[in-house]
Antibody
Framework: EAQLVESGGGLVQPGGSLRLSCAAS????????MHWVRQVPGKGLVWVSR????????NNADSVKGRFTISRDNAKNTVYLQMSSLGVDDTAVYYC???????????WGQGTLVTVSS | QSALTQPASVSGSPGQSVTISCTGS?????????VSWYQQHPGKAPQLLIF???KRPSGVSSRFSGSKSGNTASLTISGLQAEDEADYYC??????????FGGGTKLTVL
């Protein structure tokens, strides 16, 4: 059974940086697309970023381009989201998700809360 | 990257069927057969219900079905059960920098 565990969330000041991690187990991590999706508490889901199985294709939503960078370490079964120039609008629960499919989030983690506030 | 449009809420009685619509554009739903649907209970992570318009992952009840016509996709839940009360989100591939979700639909089982 696939398991995804996010970490790295917390309180950060506007303009600051944070790196999220998502540790995967229970499936062949190196064969999967990995996605980050965020959700403001009480609001809807918003796709943030994705990376293909070997890390050669990375796509970001326009709202985070130039500020967020997705990466992965297949030896550690971990995907990362480096976030910089954070604003209050980036406050959300960040979920990582795995899939063999570019456009589907098949398995999800439980999320990590990022709060941007002074 | 506009979000897809879903009704804010739908409701139905146990045993009935309900349909949730998801309207996109020719840039996403209308072009790609990569529409997916997710169920989210309060305080929980989303769960995949449907992918590629009408395919169900293993373990998902056959009471959930998906379809698409033009720029609009639909999720139908038949034989409503109390446990189906949740938020539902659609999603569509929209190109290399786009994977829009719908705004979500709250299903109430009366």
């Amino acid at each position: 059974e696939a398991q995804l565990v996010e970490s790295g969330g917390g309180l950060v000041q506007p303009g600051g940086s944070l790196r999220l991690s998502c540790a995967a187990s229970g499936f062949t991590f190196s064969s999967y697309w990995m996605h980050w999706v965020r959700q403001v508490p009480g609001k809807g889901l918003v796709w943030v970023s994705r990376i293909n199985s070997d890390g050669t294709i990375r796509n970001n939503a326009d709202s985070v381009k130039g500020r967020f960078t997705i990466s992965r370490d297949n030896a550690k079964n971990t995907v990362y989201l480096q976030m910089s120039s954070l604003g209050v609008d980036d406050t959300a629960v960040y979920y990582c998700a795995a899939s063999l499919h570019i456009a589907v989030a098949y398995d999800w983690g439980q999320g990590t809360l990022v709060t941007v506030s002074s | 990257q506009s979000a897809l449009t879903q009704p804010a809420s739908v409701s139905g009685s146990p045993g009935q069927s309900v349909t949730i619509s998801c309207t996109g554009s020719s840039s996403d739903v209308g072009t790609y057969n990569y529409v997916s649907w997710y169920q989210q209970h309060p305080g929980k992570a989303p769960q995949l219900l449907i992918f590629d318009v009408n395919k169900r992952p293993s373990g998902v009840s056959s009471r959930f079905s998906g379809s698409k016509s033009g720029n609009t996709a639909s999720l139908t839940i038949s034989g409503l059960q109390a446990e189906d009360e949740a938020d539902y989100y659609c999603c569509s591939y929209g190109g290399s920098s786009s994977l829009p979700f719908g705004g979500g639909t709250k299903l109430t089982v009366l």
